[in-house]
């Protein structure tokens, strides 16, 4: 189903993570829906949560507990649940995310504060709170460092594919792991293609650099990818950092190892969140949309997503027609001020469609086929305006994309 | 196709408007593919044009001979073909539409920057100049007052139905008539729902008047629907006020006429625009987003699109699924600064689906699911936090939306 090579790699263990699951039965019997991480204590723990006026109840304790975190008491427990958002939940959802808490909180003597919750579902119904309660020490019971394939399939709703990625990697001669899983694509219902995301790794990185590591990686990662243009009431993303494989901590930028640990992350990420994309609801082809000579990187994301977003432009790219009309089309609308039509120039891979704002005199329809025929399509844009690029990843619409949203929930 | 009633009704004759047209295979044999508009001597003209930094060349010219005209020298003409664009065309796309323009005022004796021109069809492909300009005089002879109905039909791209609206009224017992057409919902290709309105009157309304008039009534017509949140290249809405019928001009807005005339116009305006997204691509229902409770309009529009172009919502719509999870997702990422989801209410038809911001406690799904079997379906939604309101027109995405985008062109 997912488009291109979606291979879980060799899941390497990272040291001071553990990881537990078990049926607690929130919505469908048989699937490991509860999830547990253990971090060792020292670990440093980072985190980004979606932006939604609406977000869910776990979402905004996993804030609060992140931000009332100190260096000497850090979350320690993610739990995690699939089957139920608890989100538009009001009073009663933030309860029961915190009595979640509290439990797992007793039950391994850490503070309430030190666990993060993570929730993703059906949107506006209540948690079914005694199963998820129950379930809680049979999750305990099962933690074991290699359990990362096992916690890739748990956070799974209507993905297709697990998702994983894993490097090993040395710093100073020391070697160092990097693991990470992501779930996306869609839920059960209402299928929004809520994303969540864990990463970990054993090096020794201070706490202040975890946050600015994950907000670095998290801005060309999994800010850059849209399969629907709906943000979920869900999203999060957390990074940890044991120290557990030993080194001396990695505690300014100027550090040399800084920009390799930089490296590795950023690669993580971004294989999570193609990922993601690669298994878009009903996606047969993965996109990549690059636009360049911007006056600034704002502009060029809000050429790359008028361009990924465009129902017109997916429903094209589904049907491998190179219309390429509807990418100036969403070129202009984009609201660039004072955009110069004339000096854009537009690549369907390695083919020019649109040169200096018009129909190229030697493209050929032939040659657009072609690109438009492969599963993987790069379209490139340069605005002619300045030295500014980014790029944003995405998959096309197709029949199934309606299919999957629109059969009614069984 | 098209939702709900879209009857064309009786196209009143408007005194001092005469249109005519021929096929000039543009595009396609057997098309009245060219229309012209004639408006009397002193007619006042006001227009209104697409954003997009890739306006056609037709829409640069329009706006260029209407910032141009004088009092004395107003647009007298307006030349319309279907079947291409002549957008993202470059500099000979400019010099075609230029002499489109030249010829026509040459065979009628009035000056180049009375005509106004106007395109829609393929993107990126330079017009037949020939053929469309051995089209003209063939439609200068077919000129006669009652053609709107053929007007309608002319313009007409991929559109199921021609659309028009006809009203006649009266202002200090003098009798009057307003007669509009409008042309979307998609083209043969590329497809993006480019918009076309003409609406003339033979009140008698100064030349100030009819700009604010049309812009006034746009902004909660035109500007207020989407199908696909993609804007095209050349969308264009003209009003013109010939005054041969009678009365004294209407010169300011305190004359008791002026909020008559507005009101006239601005029901034209909406059945106009309302039957665009009545004939959406592939649509099957018609759907009202009505936002109240804003801290100002901005927000509630910013509200009300957010719904009406989320694919997960209009997927939901299509089947007929009250999914009011998807409805708050979209209220959360509208990005309304500090907003307080335990004010937000939520309403399908008369049922309320969420009461401060989670699920009401009273809801049954079979009473959001009476509601969402309905064609027409109104989205009503309470932000809680001041008094500002607005309202957005859409349609649901189908099966039909895919394939009638997805097509290979054939």
Redesign the interface.
Known sequence: MAVGDVTMPLMHVVQGVKIGSTEAYVRYPNRRDLVIFEFAEGSNVAGVF??????AAPVLISKKHLAESTSQQQPRYLIINTGN?N????K??YKNAEATCAQLAELTGVQTSQILPFSTG????QLPIERLLQGIQPALNDLNADRWADAASGIMTTDTTPKGASEQFELDGVSYTMTGISKGAGMI????ATMLSFVATDAPISRELVQSLLQTTVEHSFNRITI??????NDSCIFVATGLAGGAEIAAQDDPRYQQVLDVLARIMNRLAQLIVRDGEGATKFITVQVEGGANTQECCDVAYSVA????IK??L????P????I???????G?PN?D??K?QVWLGDVQI?L????NPDYTEAAGAAVMAEKEITIRIDLGRGTAKDTVYTCD???D???I?????S
């Open positions: 979606t932006q939604s006026a609406f977000a958002a989100a538009a939940t009001g009663i959802g059906v949107i506006g119904e219902r209402p299928n929004m629907d243009g709906d943000t979920s009431t977003e465009s129902p017109l429903t094209a589904f049907a491998s027609d219309n390429w009309g509807r100036v089309m969403a070129i202009g609308k984009a660039v955009l039509s004339s854009v649109c200096d704002g018009g129909a619409f197709s029949y994309y309606v299919k949203n629109a059969d009614y929930r």
